[in-house]
């Protein structure tokens, strides 16, 4: 038997220059076409039942702006249970500019009596539209004005409770 010499074998070089070419290009194109989502947060405030307690039944009706949204339409109760404008859909849409521009004239109204009122309540039916109730929020909280040359967003009533609206009349049963 003849005894084999091998030859011995030289590690190859680790040429990483063209990857590092590579990722110095694909890592500024991903970023660029990285789609930032924006999460935007709105604070509910939840009615606390210790103050309801310790109100009046006058006082506490006096102090409530709801809209009652349904199916057919949004209607703006201030105080509690008195109908201010019933907002029917416009074309199969509620009619969120109609509904600013009242909610402008309760919060006008009520600074000419130097009230300055900052809560409202969203009374809902089960079958509201999650994009819809975003959107009743966003109309119940600001509006755009003009100030100055720009457009900024006036304070309507930026603390919201969300209740279940009651059962209609023409809904219940008799």
Not at 13 to 33: A, G, Q, R, W, Y
Not at 119 to 137: C, R
Request: proline share 6%; charged share 25%; no cysteine.
């Amino acid at each position: 038997m003849i005894a084999r010499k091998r030859k011995p074998v030289q590690d190859a070089e680790l040429d990483i220059t063209s990857f590092m070419n590579l990722m110095i290009v694909l890592v500024p194109v991903l970023l660029m076409m990285m789609v930032f989502s924006r999460i935007t947060v709105l604070e509910l405030k939840m009615p606390e039942l210790g103050s309801i307690a310790e109100q009046s039944p006058e006082q506490l009706e006096n102090q409530q702006l709801e809209l009652l949204v349904r199916a057919d339409g949004i209607e703006v109760l201030f105080p509690r249970g008195y109908l201010v404008k019933h907002l029917p859909l416009v074309e199969g849409q509620y009619d969120f500019a109609q509904l600013q521009f009242t909610l402008k004239q309760i919060k006008q109204t009520l600074l000419n009596k130097d009230v300055d009122k900052k809560d409202i309540t969203l009374l809902l039916e089960d079958n509201i539209d999650y994009q819809n109730i975003v959107a009743l929020m966003d109309k119940a909280r600001s509006y755009p004005e003009v100030v100055a040359a720009s457009v900024v967003q006036a304070e309507l009533f930026p603390e919201i409770s969300l209740g279940d609206a009651p059962q209609s009349a023409q809904g219940a049963t008799p």
